[in-house]
């Protein structure tokens, strides 16, 4: 069983426990390359052509008005197929309650019949927010795991959980 990993990921300032941070590595990037690791896979990181701001605030900001208008922001490149993949994971943070907008950008680009998905969320305090629900109404005919919420201040402590979910979901 082939496993994709695709996650979006913010590396510089976050929300850390309450503190604006500067991150070296987004809290989702970290999160699935312990997938990777937990039960192998190729990683597709999501990019934006239109890089968010690099200040925090200004991102959420832009962040809520992309979700009001349903945007689908353009990304620098994109997968053309998953026909090889059984097993999908998508990754990215809570960003007003579900995953970036650039995560669906990419997602409505596919295909999902007869794929597995699995939701997993990096978050300060709203779990999973609307993600899986969200996801059910883009992967039209995949069959869904269990999600896995996983707050981003312990993202790099988390390797053990977030290994044993991913066992256990593919």
């Not at 026909?83 to 998508?90: C, K, M, Q, R, S």
Request: hydrophobic share 40%; glycine share 10%; aromatic share 12%.
């Amino acid at each position: 069983m082939a496993n994709l990993i695709i996650y979006y990921s913010r590396k510089g300032e976050n929300y850390v426990n309450g503190r604006v941070e500067n991150l070296a590595k987004g809290n989702t990037e970290i999160v699935a390359e312990f997938i990777q690791k937990a039960v192998g896979g190729d990683l597709f990181e999501i990019e934006t052509v239109k890089e968010y701001s690099a200040d925090y605030y200004e991102c959420i900001d832009d962040a809520k008005a992309e979700l009001r208008a349903g945007a689908r922001p353009e990304l620098k490149k994109y997968l053309d197929g998953i026909d090889g993949y059984d097993n999908i994971f998508v990754c990215g943070p809570c960003w007003w309650g579900t995953f970036p907008m650039a995560v669906f950008t990419q997602l409505e680009k596919l295909y999902w019949s007869g794929k597995k998905v699995m939701a997993i969320m990096t978050h300060e305090g709203s779990g999973l927010g609307s993600c899986e629900r969200d996801l059910k109404k883009i992967c039209v005919g995949a069959s869904f795991g269990k999600g896995l919420a996983v707050h981003g201040a312990d993202a790099a402590k988390s390797e053990k959980n977030v290994a044993l979910w991913a066992k256990k979901s593919v």
